[in-house]
Nanobody, 116 residues
């Protein structure tokens, strides 16, 4: 059973920071390109930040310079450090594991709310 378990969401004031974590089942983490996506109210799900299969990273233009994706292979965990948060960052954030050949998995999502 493949599982992705996200944590770290919450309510934060504009300008604040949060760090999201996504722990994956061992057998999927090592062979997957991991990424973070989000879906804001009334919006479609979008890519926020992710790793390619070669280990490079990419970011949505809206979060460049503010968000950082990282991973700890020993813990089968990928992180999303979010700084200088804005109200428009409010969304449910999802972890995704792309294991290739159409084999992909989603976490359950974690709510991030940026509000004063």
């Amino acid at each position: 059973q493949v599982q992705l378990v996200e944590s770290g969401g919450g309510l934060v004031q504009p300008g604040g920071s949060l760090r999201l974590s996504c722990e994956a089942s061992g057998r999927i983490f090592s062979r997957s390109a991991m990424s973070w996506h989000r879906q804001g109210p009334g919006k479609e799900r979008e890519l926020v930040a992710g790793y390619t299969y070669t280990g490079n990273t990419n970011y949505a233009d809206s979060v460049k310079g503010r968000f950082t994706i990282s991973r700890d292979n020993a813990k089968n965990t990928v992180y999303l450090q979010m700084n200088s948060l804005k109200p428009e960052d409010t969304a449910v954030y999802y972890c995704h594991a792309d294991a290739g050949l159409g084999d992909g998995y989603w976490g359950q999502g974690t709510q991030v709310t940026v509000s004063s």
